[in-house]
């Protein structure tokens, strides 16, 4: 069964509950890439069940959502109650192909993408996180929830990313 939205919302704000988000953010390129190294392009490419995706489709999926990302910030910062568009993330993965995607060029894209969100939410003021976008599918979502959010969806991967590679398939 499919989560609902706000089922969605609760379970990625769950995993960062009483951290702080932006540290959290910051830190998420140094571990990804502590967990590809070393490992075989074979390995990286493995499904761990029909349906699901690999390691290199997930860190491919963390780049194009960082751009997303990027964008829904800029927006949202500018132009305060500005309507979010939702976008399938499956179709994406699908369309520019996650699955053929090279890992280390997923990684640097999210990694220069990822630094540059976190140096312009340093340099922000603080009572701009309050402006908000209306999401499509979650309704209105200020830039401080939206922080939380990715802090709490780049656990969620690195999880994710953790238990496929410990698999002994």
């Known amino acids: 069964m499919q989560e609902t939205p706000a089922q969605y919302t609760q379970r990625l704000l769950s995993y ?3 951290k702080e988000p932006l540290a ?3 830190t998420t390129p140094k571990k990804l890439s502590a967990l590809l190294k070393g490992k075989t392009k074979k390995r990286l490419m ?3 069940a029909p349906g699901k995706w690999s390691v290199v489709e997930i860190v491919a999926h963390l780049a194009d959502a960082e751009i997303a990302i990027s964008w829904r910030l800029r927006q949202i910062l500018s132009s ?3 309507p979010i568009q939702a976008y399938d993330q499956d179709s994406w993965a699908t369309t520019l192909d996650y699955a053929h995607r090279d890992s280390k060029q997923s990684l640097e894209d999210f990694r220069v993408l990822r630094n540059s969100n976190v140096a312009l939410l340093k340099t922000v003021p ?4 309050e402006n ?8 209105n979502e200020s830039v401080a929830h939206i922080v939380r959010m990715i802090a709490g ?3 969620n991967h690195l999880q994710q990313i953790e238990r496929i590679l410990k698999e002994k398939r």
């Not at 603080?126 to 996180?129: D, Q």
Request: aromatic content about 8%; hydrophobic content about 25%; charged content about 30%.
């Open 132 to 139: 908000y976008g209306i999401h499509q599918e979650r309704g």
């Open 153 to 155: 969806h780049d656990l």
């Open 126 to 129: 603080r009572k701009l996180w």
């Open 24 to 26: 959290l953010q910051q």
């Open 16 to 18: 960062s509950e009483g």
């Open 80 to 82: 305060n109650a500005i």
């Open 46 to 48: 493995r499904r761990p």
